[in-house]
């Protein structure tokens, strides 16, 4: 445990530990819990919050913690970002790319379990709360956490 840190830093050190775990956790139970499989463009929201979970992590026994913080905070926001992407593919504001994805399990034919594998659209809502989807979720979670954690490690300073 790295001591001496602002409280500030401290806080954004948590949360940029807590946000990605709470999203990645959400997006599991999601998928394993109640059947809902990701598609392509859910796998490169999840992607930046591996890599802000672990450079979080590593700024509790690492030093300097405010860049790692920082960093963390960035890969975070940028899953929101691609979120926000997500969501407006959904809502047909914009085009997404043409990539689905089909979850395959182990079989002695793999041909077949491909074909049999149910196909995920990108611009199909499989799931929503309060008239938001998982990736507007995403996008407003990811988003202001980030900008927060990064308001909170500028803040976290000392003056000159």
């Given at each position: 445990?790295?001591?001496?840190?602002?409280?500030?830093?401290?806080?954004?050190?948590?949360?940029?530990?807590?946000?990605?775990?709470?999203?990645?956790?959400?997006?599991?139970?999601?998928?394993?819990?109640?059947?809902?499989?990701?598609?392509e463009?859910c796998?490169?929201?999840?992607?930046?919050?591996?890599?802000?979970?672990?450079?979080?992590?590593?700024?509790?026994?690492?030093?300097?913690?405010?860049?790692?913080?920082?960093?963390?905070?960035?890969?975070?926001?940028?899953?929101?970002?691609?979120?926000?992407?997500?969501?407006?593919?959904?809502?047909?504001?914009?085009?997404?790319?043409?990539?689905?994805?089909?979850?395959?399990?182990?079989?002695?034919?793999?041909?077949?379990?491909i074909?049999?594998?149910?196909?995920?659209?990108?611009?199909?809502?499989?799931?929503?709360?309060?008239?938001?989807?998982?990736?507007?979720?995403?996008?407003?979670?990811?988003?202001?956490?980030?900008?927060?954690?990064?308001?909170?490690?500028?803040?976290?300073?000392?003056?000159?």
């Amino acid at each position: 445990m790295i001591a001496n840190l602002p409280t500030s830093l401290r806080a954004a050190r948590l949360l940029a530990l807590l946000v990605p775990l709470a999203a990645l956790g959400g997006a599991y139970l999601g998928q394993y819990g109640f059947g809902l499989a990701p598609c392509e463009m859910c796998w490169w929201q999840r992607y930046p919050h591996f890599f802000a979970l672990a450079i979080a992590a590593l700024s509790f026994v690492r030093a300097p913690v405010r860049p790692l913080v920082a960093i963390a905070a960035l890969g975070i926001l940028a899953s929101g970002l691609i979120g926000g992407y997500h969501a407006g593919v959904e809502l047909g504001w914009w085009k997404g790319l043409t990539e689905c994805t089909a979850m395959v399990s182990g079989s002695a034919d793999p041909l077949a379990a491909i074909m049999k594998a149910p196909l995920v659209r990108c611009d199909v809502v499989q799931f929503a709360f309060l008239g938001i989807s998982m990736a507007g979720w995403n996008f407003i979670a990811s988003t202001l956490s980030g900008l927060a954690i990064l308001g909170l490690v500028g803040s976290s300073r000392k003056a000159k």
